[in-house]
Each structure stands twice: as C-alpha cells, then as structure tokens.
C-alpha cells in the first residue's frame, strides 16, 4: 500500500517536473488543470485568499455560496430539519396517518411490511413505475400516491413534509435492508 502511494507520488511528481518543463503551453489558470491552481475557485487549499468557500473569509458581497450564515441566501422554506432522524420521525407519523387523504388510508394501509415498494430492487430514482405508468423520481412517487390512492392533494416540493415523507421511504428501506441481511 505505501509501496503503492510512494509510486504513485513518484509518477505525479514525474508529471509535474514534466509539465513544468513544457510551461511555455501551461496556463496557470486553466480550470481543468489537476495542479493546484491559483485560479480555481474551489482550490482546497488552506489561506487561499481567491476562494470563495473559504470558511473563515467573511465575504464582503454577500454571495459566497458556502457561507452557512449568509444573509442573502434564498431559502427554499422558512423552517428546517436539524437532522435525517428528525425527518424520518416526523415522516413515520405521516405514513401513518390515515386523515391525510379522503380515502381514509394511510400510506402503510398498503404499504406495512415493505408491500408494494419494490424494495429490493431498482431503487435509484428516477425509474420507472408500473402504477403510473411513467418514469418518476421518488418525490412525484409520494405525489402519485397522495393524490391517487390516498385521495388528497399533492404535497409542496420545497414542504418539510415532502422531505419527511421521502426521509421515512429512505429510513424504512434501509429498515428492509438490514433485515434481508440477517
Ligand atoms: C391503496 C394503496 C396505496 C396507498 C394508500 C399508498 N400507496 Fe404507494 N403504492 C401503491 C402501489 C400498489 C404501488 C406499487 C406501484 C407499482 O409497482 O406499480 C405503490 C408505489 C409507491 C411507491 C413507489 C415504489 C417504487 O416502485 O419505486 C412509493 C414511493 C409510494 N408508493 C409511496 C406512498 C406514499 C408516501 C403513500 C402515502 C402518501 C402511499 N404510497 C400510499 C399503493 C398505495
């Protein structure tokens, strides 16, 4: 393994010298270039003064994206999550709950004990999905669901209810997971 990494030093290193003897055609600042560069705004680099992500740099325009205190960044809602767990609690509750539509179910009416989920399989979304006949990523499945089976409405994308609802299909799959397992 070391034997391995000192190669692999030796080799960039060899690529380095190599590239550095041909600078007549090196830009520094070519976005594409793998050496550290002083251009490139998302250098890991600690003290780069020209990255933006920079955590300790207080940007004086307002705008670094990474900037978890910013004030003018745009939210999608007013409240949030603390954490998964947090979302997966609340959604739990909503899957449980048979007053969400009209039709008086829940969605564990059909969908306790894994049923119906397809659980063990093509579980990257978007795919497709028999009952709707169309390609759907998880969220517009939830939809699906709210407004067919259940009989109620869609829920709002940004809600942290959507975010619960996908959060407990994410809890309960990985549920299902470690029981095939034992
Ligand atoms: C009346 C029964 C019923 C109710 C109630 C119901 N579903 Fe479903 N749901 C199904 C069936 C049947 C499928 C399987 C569709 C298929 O494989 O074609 C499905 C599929 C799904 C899938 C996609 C599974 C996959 O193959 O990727 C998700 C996600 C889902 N339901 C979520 C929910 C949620 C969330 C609720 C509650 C808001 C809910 N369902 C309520 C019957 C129901």
Redesign the pocket.
Known sequence: MIKNILIITGFSLALGLASTATAGSWNACNPCSMKANPCNPCAMEKQDKMNPCQMKMKNPCHMNPCDADGDAKKKIRSDKFQSFQQAATAGKK??EDET??K?G???????AGY?????GK??N?P?Y????DDV?T?DQ??N???I???E?EQLDANSKDMTA?AAY?RAYRMQYLKEQRK
Request: glycine fraction near 6%; charge should be neutral; include cysteine.
């Open positions: 909503l899957w969400l539509g039709s179910l829940a969605c564990l009416s059909c969908h049923e119906n989920l397809n659980l093509r579980q979304y795919h999905v028999a009952m709707p759907v998880l499945m939830i699906f669901c709210m067919n089976p259940m109620g609802m299909f």
